[in-house]
């Protein structure tokens, strides 16, 4: 008797990208249902989810099981729960300049100092950064499905993996994730303090490494810079499993302005997104087979 064909473990992997990401992100999930349905429901289905960031919210949100018309409501309702750091974009890339020049340095050094830079720098107290997370999430629970959310510990500039096997609850895994230093206070968890998780990676490929086929949604350009390694888009060409990339397009990246941590940029990158999602279908739907 032959031997059955290998099971396929598929990935959704979110990446980050501010309030900006969040919104199209899900726009873009949109747009694909809006073309092709069975190519939305075989994402929204996949056997792991892993959110960094922006998409550590997007995939907590899938997580709940909310349907997607009613997320993208959220991303283009003129009012929401966001509040604004007061921080840009110039100043967060100016304390990762700072942690680049020590001289010899590991990536997990430079972590190392993002991160007392974030613990030392004036910003709103945890709680009141816990209650907006708190808001952007329909429910507060794990979900039994695997969920993959990525933190840095600024003590040691290592990369965590939180999930529901973890000490942290959904809400502040999530918190940590978009804990961006220099704009929101690390968040503690069981003793330890965590920032964003996409301060050292926008994708962290290596948290879906379990998947042979794996879908990544990035709200940047293809050849943006990482400030640590070669990119987003060598690492991605560097898993070994199958991928497809949808990176942010012109039009998705003229939304999200100059500033995507301000809370105005929500609407105009949902609504850019979606667009995207339209176009990107029949590309999604033929990489998974369903074309």
Same mark, same amino acid.
């Given at each position: 008797?032959?031997?059955?064909?290998?099971?396929?473990? =598929? $990935?959704? !992997?979110?990446? $980050?990208?501010?309030? &900006?990401?969040? #919104?199209?992100?899900?726009?873009?999930?949109?747009?694909?249902?809006?073309?092709?349905?069975?190519?939305?429901?075989?994402?929204?289905?996949?056997?792991?989810?892993?959110?960094?960031?922006?998409?550590?919210?997007?995939?907590?949100?899938?997580?709940?099981?909310?349907?997607?018309?009613?997320?993208?409501?959220?991303?283009?309702?003129?009012? *929401?729960?966001? /509040?604004? *750091?007061?921080?840009?974009?110039?100043?967060?890339?100016?304390?990762?300049?700072?942690?680049?020049?020590?001289?010899?340095?590991?990536?997990?050094?430079?972590?190392?100092?993002?991160?007392? /830079?974030? &613990?030392?720098?004036?910003?709103?107290?945890?709680?009141? +950064? @816990?209650?907006?997370?708190?808001? +952007?999430?329909?429910?507060?629970?794990?979900?039994?499905?695997?969920?993959?959310?990525?933190?840095?510990?600024?003590?040691?500039?290592?990369?965590?993996?939180?999930?529901?096997? *973890?000490?942290?609850?959904?809400?502040?895994?999530?918190?940590?994730?978009? #804990?961006? %230093?220099?704009?929101?206070?690390?968040?503690?968890?069981?003793?330890? +303090?965590?920032?964003?998780?996409? !301060?050292?990676?926008?994708?962290?490929?290596?948290?879906?490494?379990?998947?042979?086929?794996?879908?990544?949604?990035?709200? *940047?350009?293809?050849?943006?810079?990482?400030?640590?390694?070669?990119?987003? +888009?060598?690492?991605?060409?560097?898993?070994?499993? =199958?991928?497809?990339?949808?990176?942010?397009?012109?039009? #998705?990246?003229?939304?999200?302005?100059?500033? %995507?941590?301000?809370?105005?940029?929500?609407?105009?990158? #949902?609504? &850019?997104?979606? &667009?995207?999602? @339209? =176009?990107?279908?029949?590309?999604?739907?033929?990489?998974?087979?369903?074309?």
């Amino acid at each position: 008797m032959a031997d059955s064909d290998p099971v396929t473990k =598929r $990935g959704l !992997v979110l990446a $980050g990208g501010g309030l &900006a990401g969040i #919104a199209w992100e899900t726009g873009v999930l949109c747009g694909i249902a809006d073309e092709s349905p069975a190519t939305a429901t075989a994402l929204l289905e996949s056997d792991v989810l892993v959110g960094t960031s922006a998409g550590s919210t997007v995939a907590a949100q899938l997580g709940s099981g909310t349907g997607l018309e009613e997320l993208f409501a959220r991303q283009v309702a003129e009012t *929401s729960f966001e /509040i604004d *750091s007061g921080v840009d974009v110039a100043a967060i890339t100016e304390l990762f300049v700072t942690a680049m020049v020590l001289p010899g340095a590991t990536t997990e050094q430079r972590l190392q100092r993002i991160g007392e /830079i974030a &613990a030392t720098t004036d910003t709103v107290a945890e709680s009141v +950064r @816990r209650d907006v997370i708190a808001h +952007r999430l329909p429910s507060h629970d794990w979900p039994r499905r695997v969920l993959r959310v990525t933190a840095i510990d600024i003590e040691t500039g290592e990369l965590v993996v939180l999930d529901a096997n *973890s000490k942290a609850g959904l809400v502040d895994a999530v918190a940590a994730s978009c #804990a961006v %230093p220099g704009a929101w206070p690390p968040v503690t968890i069981d003793g330890r +303090r965590y920032m964003d998780g996409g !301060v050292g990676s926008t994708v962290n490929m290596g948290v879906a490494q379990d998947c042979d086929t794996v879908v990544v949604l990035l709200p *940047s350009g293809e050849n943006t810079p990482s400030p640590f390694g070669d990119g987003a +888009r060598q690492e991605i060409d560097a898993f070994d499993g =199958r991928t497809l990339t949808v990176f942010a397009d012109d039009g #998705a990246l003229d939304a999200f302005g100059p500033n %995507p941590l301000d809370p105005a940029c929500r609407i105009p990158s #949902a609504r &850019a997104g979606r &667009a995207q999602g @339209r =176009r990107e279908a029949a590309r999604v739907a033929a990489f998974l087979g369903l074309s």
